[in-house]
């Protein structure tokens, strides 16, 4: 049961992050279908800015983030001090160009895809641990639009689950399962 349950964290990544975006693509395709015979390109964009930075989930570790096609920061509340900064040659600690992979995966026929790399939790700086990220071309703005999740926070939300699912195994009339850790 762990061995399965722990094999879906990737999946369940990919699934949620794809979700999110898919949100956050609705969300500024309705802004600006909404606004777009009435306010200005850049009143849009920041309607756009101002909606998606303010939507978290996921007790705040879940955000979007966007970047323009020329690599950049729009849309950034894990770190705001980036948005206006070019990114494009930022690079994960294993070679990765990041936002020349998301440009590739806008590029492509689909205009959407995953994106996996190393990245830093805000809770350990230094420690590059996987991420995975799903993008979507925004072509009003020229924009990729995405989140992403580090699968080992979901791995933590899957021993959750199992420690639950494990409490609730009975046998007899009081016979119960217990586990520890060696610490």
Known sequence: ???????????????????????????????????????????IKQLVHDSLYAASWDDGKGYYFAESMAGIEMINRNTPELEGQNVMEFKDSKGTYIMKEFIKVAASPAREGFVSYYFSKPDQPGVDVPKISFIKYFEPFDWVIGNGKYILDEEENIKKEVVERLAQIKYGSDGYIFAATWN
């Open 1 to 43: 049961y762990i061995y399965h349950k722990r094999s879906l964290a990737e999946k369940r990544v990919r699934a949620e992050v794809k979700a999110r975006t898919f949100e956050a693509f609705q969300i500024a395709s309705h802004i600006y279908n909404i606004n777009k015979n009435r306010l200005s390109v850049a009143q």
